[in-house]
């Protein structure tokens, strides 16, 4: 799976999130890329996308 960084998080850590998609979106903390990995439909994920912007 190819991840990418959010443009919204910092190199000192802190709020750092990444992002992959497939059949659905895939969400993890770059912190702890081992640890649990959240999964919402592509639908799901452009509604909260649209409506955090």
């Known amino acids: 799976m190819n991840w ?3 443009t919204y998080s ?3 850590g802190g709020a750092c999130v990444e992002v ?3 059949n ?4 993890r903390d ?3 890329r081992d640890g649990l ?3 919402v ?4 994920w452009l509604k909260f996308t649209s409506a955090i912007k």
């Open 4 to 6: 990418r960084k959010s």
């Open 10 to 12: 910092q190199d000192t």
């Open 20 to 22: 992959a998609t497939a």
């Open 24 to 27: 659905a979106v895939f969400i």
């Open 30 to 32: 770059t912190a702890n």
């Open 37 to 39: 990995t959240l999964s």
């Open 41 to 44: 439909s592509a639908t799901a």
